[in-house]
């Protein structure tokens, strides 16, 4: 008997026959003799419909009333997958977030959780239920309902997986699971079996959309085992979980792309001391996130500054910029959302001197200008421009030979865009 936490993304729930469906799936898994809990998220594109909605009213919603809104969707897919349990004559009970205890802080849209309560989880199992509890949702402690960022279900569930101890969290999705490149987009892009929490980490941050970054974080912190599989059929999927002895040892892990982010210069910044900090205290009390900076060369005493931002945080990026450009004597700012960033992990290149060398060399020959460049101790992103990103993504999943599992014995992690 073991003790599981799934998750069915928007997909699986998309439509009546699907929830029935993923009824069935979670009353067999009861009937075998397991402790079920279900994470869902709203059905189909409901979040985006909702969002749309909100968008019509005004163009900046109160965040506080966008959350309150967003956080409908979850509520009617739970209902209703609690309703099909019924109806398959098994007992199920839903919650919200705010019933079961995800408690977190006050920053609407993209809130944090910190502590996760799950008493009601827990009882709720002792009595014979399967529990169901909606995703992407929390409270803050004065109870303010709380969302906690686009994709946010797959942290719930692992959240509620560390907080109950579940044996796995299992998050179903419409991909197989982990891919050394983007399958759609990479023919030869292979599944991978294992992947390290660290390499995961690192290609969620490079654009694979297939786990929210903040639930594998959150998976790394608790020890929580997740499963990430398809939602479509019964084989496996990739386990993330620690590095040990049985992942083989892999040089590059997988290629990843992201179209979603967008680059701002600001130009002619004085340089001297305090202005990079000012730019950036600006852009984070606006709650904008950043991914690579870089500072040119300065002349005559000015430089420019580069930054990439989501796509999602240009408007806020914007409106901070605006507040504080005159008082820098920087001369203005330009946004180019043209970009992409494409980048390559894996926990060897740590010890394998010449991989940066490697990747730059193959996007030259494919043509492939780079705009920007970032690393961490196990990815290198290069910034290029959006319409090449397909053969730069190609060119170097061939180049580094991340088809063939004999050559490179890689535990790759892989990219899809999940749910
Ligand atoms: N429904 C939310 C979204 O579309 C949360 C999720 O699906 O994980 O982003
Ligand atoms: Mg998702």
């Known amino acids: 008997m073991a003790l599981v936490v799934t998750k069915f993304g ?7 026959d699907r929830i029935r469906n993923v009824a069935r799936r979670l009353v067999a898994r ?40 967003l956080s409908t969707g979850e509520q009617v ?51 014979g239920y399967i529990v169901i ?48 490149a983007d399958p759609r987009i990479v023919e030869s892009a292979r599944k991978i079996d294992a992947i390290s929490y660290e390499e995961m980490l690192e290609m969620a941050a490079g654009g694979a959309g297939v786990l929210q970054m903040r639930s594998v974080e959150f998976a790394r912190n608790h020890g929580v085992v997740i499963h990430c599989r398809s939602s479509f059929h019964d084989g496996p999927g990739t386990i993330v979980k620690e590095a040990d002895e049985t992942m083989e040892q892999a040089i590059i892990s997988g290629v990843t792309h992201d179209t979603s982010e967008a680059k701002i210069t600001l130009r002619d910044v004085p340089d001297k001391p305090g202005v990079a900090a000012e730019v950036f205290t600006a852009l984070a009390d606006a709650n904008v996130n950043i991914d690579m900076i870089i500072q040119n060369v300065s002349e005559q005493g000015t430089t420019d500054i580069s930054f990439t931002t989501p796509k999602d945080d240009l408007d806020r990026a914007s409106s901070a910029l605006g507040k504080i450009v005159a008082e820098l004597g920087a001369r203005d700012w330009q946004v180019d959302d043209s970009v992409a960033k494409v980048s390559l992990v894996g926990a060897g290149m740590k010890t394998h001197p010449g991989i940066a060398a490697q990747m730059f060399r193959t996007l030259a020959d494919a043509g492939v200008n780079i705009d920007m460049i970032s690393t961490s101790p196990i990815r290198i992103s290069c910034v290029i421009a959006a319409d090449q990103i397909q053969s730069a993504v190609n ?15 890689v535990t790759s992690p892989g990219c899809g865009e999940g749910e």
């Open 10 to 16: 928007g997909t699986s729930v998309g439509d009546t």
């Open 30 to 69: 009861k009937q075998a003799g397991d402790d079920v809990v279900a994470v869902v998220s709203a059905m189909g594109h409901v979040t985006d419909e909702l969002v749309d909605l909100a968008r019509q009213i005004c163009s900046t919603p109160p965040d506080r009333e966008m959350d309150m809104l």
């Open 77 to 127: 897919s739970i209902a209703l997958l609690a309703m099909a349990i019924h109806a398959e004559g098994v007992e199920a009970i839903s919650f919200t977030g705010a019933q079961v205890g995800i408690v977190t802080d006050g920053v609407h849209s993209k809130a944090k959780i910190a502590e996760v309560r799950a008493d009601r989880v827990r009882q709720a199992l002792r009595d």
């Open 133 to 180: 509890v909606a995703g992407f949702q929390g409270m803050t402690p004065d109870g303010q309902i709380t969302t906690l960022g686009r994709g946010g279900s797959d942290t719930t569930a692992v959240a509620v997986a560390a907080g109950i101890d579940a044996d796995v969290c299992e998050i179903y999705t419409d991909v197989d699971g982990v891919y050394t």
């Open 395 to 409: 060119a170097l999943h061939d180049s580094f030979g991340l088809e063939n599992e004999d050559v490179t014995a």
